[in-house]
């Protein structure tokens, strides 16, 4: 499986989804991220990059929060919050509505 992080006009993360790995199989079968980023936007809308679950590229696995840093093409972790500040983050992030389960299968 293959991660994708969708971005905010900030890029910011907001959300994440597994995509099957044959989805990014180009017709020579070569894994291709602008295939997944196609895929996860005319699924779901949006702008997504890809992240690597074992920090292969782009600095570090990615996740809900993180910021993308385009130039340098890495991702980087939220500051640390206050309690308080931690508790309304994990708040909203419950109020985000949830992606459909994706199948690549018809």
Same mark, same amino acid.
């Given at each position: 499986?293959?991660?994708?992080?969708?971005?905010?006009?900030?890029?910011?993360?907001?959300?994440?989804?597994?995509?099957?790995?044959?989805?990014?199989?180009?017709?020579?079968?070569?894994?291709?991220?602008?295939?997944?980023?196609?895929?996860?936007?005319?699924?779901?809308?949006?702008?997504?990059?890809?992240?690597?679950?074992?920090?292969?590229?782009?600095?570090?696995?990615?996740?809900?929060?993180?910021?993308?840093?385009?130039?340098?093409?890495?991702?980087?972790?939220?500051?640390?919050?206050?309690?308080?500040?931690?508790?309304?983050?994990?708040?909203?992030? =419950?109020?985000?509505?949830?992606?459909?389960?994706?199948?690549?299968? =018809?």
């Amino acid at each position: 499986m293959a991660s994708f992080l969708e971005l905010d006009e900030n890029n910011n993360v907001i959300r994440g989804i597994a995509v099957d790995n044959a989805v990014l199989l180009d017709e020579n079968g070569v894994e291709q991220e602008e295939l997944g980023k196609k895929f996860c936007t005319d699924l779901l809308g949006g702008r997504w990059v890809q992240t690597s679950y074992n920090g292969n590229f782009r600095g570090r696995y990615g996740g809900v929060g993180y910021y993308y840093n385009e130039e340098e093409n890495e991702f980087y972790p939220p500051p640390c919050k206050n309690r308080a500040e931690y508790e309304q983050e994990l708040q909203r992030l =419950e109020n985000l509505p949830k992606p459909p389960p994706i199948s690549t299968q =018809e």
